[in-house]
């Protein structure tokens, strides 16, 4: 081993370059990161790293380390000459990474330094020149060859790292392109789709969605599960000013609560154990944009405390950082909990619910608009027939007639998986809205027996108490109730243990016991009476 290698001041920059390579992807931040010490420990002034095309007909320039416009900017990418390819050719037939030939060099070189001279590297991957390492600096730089060589390896591996993520980024456009032509032929704008009832059952929602989104205040969108949040919450974002700008959704309960803080704020590299490299949080990803928070209500306390701080003064850190970061990021927040008896339950900061809450929207459950019901199941049942099928389906008035009976605790999703189910029953040839229900044959007249749909469960066991109906009013004082009443039913008025209704609602006995309480709930109206048994 030639002694020389043993010395630290070479070991430290062939290392130092190693490092570098495995920290930064992009090749021109690699060698802006890499220079500087390459500079303090060698004769150099200045670093050009340039690739050839694939068909070795092109030479261009992807790197100089330090940029000087004083040299005049050379052309990024020109072709090679004939004896160029000639000795390229030759180069290829050696085989080994080894400086260029002269002649080759004496062509490739860049503008001469005066008093200063040029060597240069060859960049080969498997039998395969890819790029030309050049290195300008002083007279005694000659010297150095050896140690310039043992810089190829490392310099090879940044070249090829950034052609990948290159390569990623243009792939990643096609499948985006791809999917955008997708999305036209089945005539649909977007994942989510318009709002369908902008202009019966959802007229006024939607008018309050046009006069908030000319605005930057909180927006916090209530109801039931599955009425829509999300699709109005892209609609606030598609009428604002930063429609041009990145909307991305969260959804609060499926984070981790140690993952929570990464995810939100981003994290700096080594700040924990697995982290790796640095990360921008969701925050900084939505800079410009909006942040959809859903189901906020599932957040932890202390991710509650952190949020609050970055609403109110826009300011947040990366786990293990030291310097404040800025963002400008438009917070919409939905939940179908009841924030109020959160915040009463300790579970949900008071501050945070009134910051969050600045504007309220509450979205109407499908039973409230089912004269929306009819367009609803034409979209469904166009966009399922297409999707299955090839060709749209429809639905019949007694299809519709069906459909209305049912209250639909599911609401909007619930329709829509109800009938992609019954177009598939249906076999192409029209919806089997009867079997996707689940219609009993021994129903009683004029009202269809229901089950859960599409599940062919009877409304009603036997033995079992009456279930609720649906309540007249929805405020969420209503829902709440209908809930923990359709819980005890389930449950035959049993509230803790397995199958309890309280871990069927998610909640402690003790504060479901208390909400029974205050909503006036007698949980032995739902124990099976002896004679019901018998």
């Known amino acids: 081993m030639d002694p020389r290698w043993s010395a ?27 220079t500087p010490g390459l500079i303090a420990g060698l004769p150099l002034r200045r670093v050009w790293l340039r690739r050839f095309d694939a068909q070795h007909a092109w030479l261009e320039t992807v790197a100089v380390s330090p940029w000087d416009r004083a040299l005049g900017e050379l052309p990024a990418r020109r072709p090679l000459e004939a004896d160029e390819l000639r000795l390229v050719s030759d180069w290829v037939s050696r085989g ?20 200063g001279v040029t060597l240069a590297g060859g960049l080969v991957d498997a039998r395969k020149p890819v790029g030309i390492v050049l290195f300008e600096g002083d007279d005694s730089l000659a010297a150095q060859s050896e140690l310039l060589l043992a810089l190829l390896a490392p310099l090879l591996v940044a070249l090829r790292n950034d052609q990948r993520v290159h390569e990623l ?23 989510a789709g318009a709002v369908v009832g902008a202009d019966a059952g959802m007229r006024e929602v939607m008018a309050r969605v046009q006069r908030v989104s000319q605005t930057d205040a909180p927006v916090l ?9 999300e699709l109005v919450a892209r609609e606030v974002h598609a009428r604002s000013g930063r429609a041009q700008g990145p909307f991305l959704k969260i959804n609060c309960g499926g984070i981790p609560p140690e993952l929570i803080d990464s995810e939100l704020f981003g994290h700096e590299r080594g700040s924990f154990t697995g982290a790796v490299s640095e990360r921008r949080g969701w925050f900084e990803r939505a800079d410009g944009g909006t942040l959809f928070l859903d189901e906020i209500g599932e957040l932890p306390l202390a991710a509650q ?11 947040f850190e990366r786990v293990g950082g030291q310097r404040p970061l800025h963002a400008d990021v438009r917070i919409l927040a939905a939940t179908h909990r009841d924030l109020g ?40 049942a166009a966009r399922a027939g297409q999707r299955l099928f090839g060709r749209p389906l429809a639905a019949t008035p007694d299809d519709l007639g069906l459909l209305s009976a049912y209250h639909w605790p599911g609401n909007v999703r619930e329709l829509g998986a109800v009938v992609e189910r019954a177009a598939i029953l249906g076999d192409g040839h029209g919806l089997d809205v009867r079997g996707a229900l689940g219609v009993q044959a021994d129903a009683a007249p004029g009202r269809p027996g229901l089950g859960r749909a599409g599940l062919n469960l009877p409304a009603q066991r036997a033995g079992e108490p009456p279930r609720p109906p ?4 929805t405020s969420l004082e209503e829902v709440n109730r209908r809930a923990i009443q359709e819980a005890l039913c389930s449950s035959a008025g049993r509230i803790e243990g397995r199958g309890g209704a309280a871990s069927r609602l998610g909640l402690s006995p003790s504060t479901l016991r208390s909400r029974m309480k205050r909503l006036d709930i007698q949980w032995d109206r739902f124990r099976p009476k002896p004679e019901d048994a018998r």
């Open 8 to 34: 630290s001041p070479w070991t430290s920059l062939v290392l130092n370059t190693w490092r570098q390579v495995s920290e930064h992807l992009d090749i021109a931040a690699c060698l802006d990161e890499l």
């Open 96 to 115: 080994r990474v080894e400086p260029l030939p002269p002649r080759l060099l004496s062509v490739v070189s860049p503008q001469r330094t005066r008093g």
């Open 169 to 191: 980024a243009r792939l990643r456009e096609a499948v985006e392109a791809e999917n955008r032509a997708l999305l036209s032929r089945l005539a649909r704008d977007g994942v």
């Open 221 to 229: 969108i209530l109801g039931e599960t599955g009425t829509g949040k």
């Open 305 to 315: 405390v952190r949020l609050l701080r970055v609403l109110q003064d826009g300011t």
């Open 341 to 380: 008896l959160m915040v009463a339950d300790g579970r949900f900061r008071e501050d945070l619910w009134y910051r969050i809450g600045v504007f309220p929207l509450r979205l109407p459950p499908l039973r409230e608009r089912l004269g929306d019901l009819p367009a609803l199941v034409a979209t469904f």
């Open 470 to 473: 649906p309540p007249a009013s």
